[in-house]
């Protein structure tokens, strides 16, 4: 089975992405659509049958701090494939802490993950903000860390890292 047929198009290239950074309140009415539960069954929590590790719905309430949060996001299709999450740092001026990164399964290997990272990066830049890794899970460690260094060179963007 030919997973890029399978998602509409012949060849990984082909696939047509929008990436932006949304605020807290546009991610909510994306996910929820004007609705008071929730509409995208893959943003529950992974032992509810969620596919985004590491997102929670609780981070979206408002009293979480969420105007602290900003959200980016890979789109096909109109629907969203991958996000991540960067949150101000409380502690220093013009820093964000890289919360995570997350592709819906059936997205995978398709560049989502690329497409976040330089998107985080591009809004660091822009902000005139350094980023700060958050400690990675085993999976993001294998996949993530030389595609984060590389954005930092790529972008400019100071990146405090973890040991």
């Known amino acids: 089975m030919n997973m890029n047929r399978e998602l509409g198009f012949e060849k990984k290239e082909d696939l047509q992405f929008a990436t932006r950074v949304i605020a807290r309140q546009d991610l909510v009415e994306k996910i929820y659509q004007g ?3 929730l509409r995208d069954e893959r943003f529950l929590p ?3 049958g969620g596919v985004f590790g590491y997102f929670d719905l609780d981070d979206l309430r408002p009293l979480s701090g969420g105007e602290n949060k900003f959200f980016p996001i890979a ?3 109109n629907e969203i494939a991958g996000l991540a999450e960067l949150e101000v740092d409380p502690y220093k001026d013009k ?3 890289i919360k995570f990164v997350s592709v819906d399964p059936k997205y ?4 989502c993950a690329s497409k976040l990272v330089q ?4 809004f660091a830049k822009n902000q005139g903000c350094s980023l700060e890794e ?3 899970s085993p999976e993001g460690e294998i996949k993530l860390k030389r595609l984060i260094r590389e954005s930092a060179e790529k972008f400019h963007v100071k990146l405090i890292l973890h040991a």
Do not use: K, V, Y
């Open 35 to 37: 609705e008071p539960l």
């Open 46 to 48: 992974t032992e509810q």
């Open 75 to 77: 789109e096909i299709n």
């Open 95 to 97: 820093n964000l802490w």
């Open 108 to 111: 995978q290997g398709h560049g």
């Open 119 to 122: 998107e985080m990066f591009e």
């Open 134 to 136: 958050s400690l990675r």
